[in-house]
């Protein structure tokens, strides 16, 4: 079965510094891949996706995030954050085959911004 | 283009009644899926439906139901309703192709006392 790992709970950086998100996965075969962020009370909002090709994909907001087979990561990455970065952050890869089912999310990360 | 409208946003029940959530998808989506949301088990995958059929269903027990409409518009229904089935009830849409990716809305905030 496909599976996220994202190995930090929380993440605490300061405005203005870069960040990495880790997001690892296991899945048979070539992967779609999917950055979702988590204002507080809200939905799930799309940061950007892998389907294929070039492994460095850019997103909304400023994010962009690096597929790497060999290390089956994809790490999401922002070079300055800023203060309404501060949110929960989901990786996420098809249940199963790739087709339109559902997704398997990572646990999230807790992005923590200081001043 | 309008996004997914779940209703209502918040709802509190008792132990024990049923509860109806309803999902309205981004106009042309004809694919829904359903999640459950909580702080100690996370985002999990209830059921996927497209053209009024249920394509896809997670690990969850039979209390929790779902169809979808010829609109495309789906309900979930959760019957005797227990004290872990507080979550928030995310509702997806999407194109029904492979990769596409799900559009969510803001959720039902679901309180069991």
């Known amino acids: 079965a496909q599976s996220v790992t994202q190995p930090d709970i929380h993440i605490t950086v300061s405005e203005g510094a870069s960040l990495e998100l880790r997001c690892n996965y296991s899945y048979g075969a070539t992967p779609y891949l999917f950055w979702y962020v988590q204002s507080p009370g809200q939905g799930l909002q799309l940061l950007l996706k892998y389907f294929s090709g070039d492994t460095l994909v850019q997103g909304i907001k400023g994010f962009e995030a690096e597929f790497k087979r060999s290390q089956s990561s994809f790490n999401l990455r922002k070079p300055s954050v800023h203060w309404s970065d501060a949110a929960e952050y989901f990786c996420?890869?098809?249940?199963?085959?790739?087709?339109?089912?559902?997704?398997?999310f990572g646990k999230g990360t807790h992005l923590i911004i200081q001043p | 283009k309008a996004g997914v409208t779940q209703t209502p946003r918040y709802l509190i029940k008792t132990r024990g009644q049923q509860v109806t959530l309803s999902c309205s998808p981004i106009s042309g989506h004809r694919s829904v899926s359903w999640y459950q949301q909580t702080p100690g088990q996370g985002l999990q995958f209830l059921f996927e439906y497209f053209s009024e059929t249920q394509r896809n269903k997670g690990n969850f027990p039979g209390r929790f139901s779902g169809r979808q409409f010829s609109n495309s518009r789906s309900e979930m229904n959760v019957s005797t309703l227990e004290l872990g089935d507080s979550a928030l009830y995310l509702c997806a849409s999407s194109l029904y192709r492979e990769g596409s990716e799900q559009f969510f809305g803001p959720g039902t905030r679901l309180t069991v006392l």
């Open positions: 996420a890869v098809p249940s199963s085959g790739g087709g339109a089912d559902g997704l398997t």
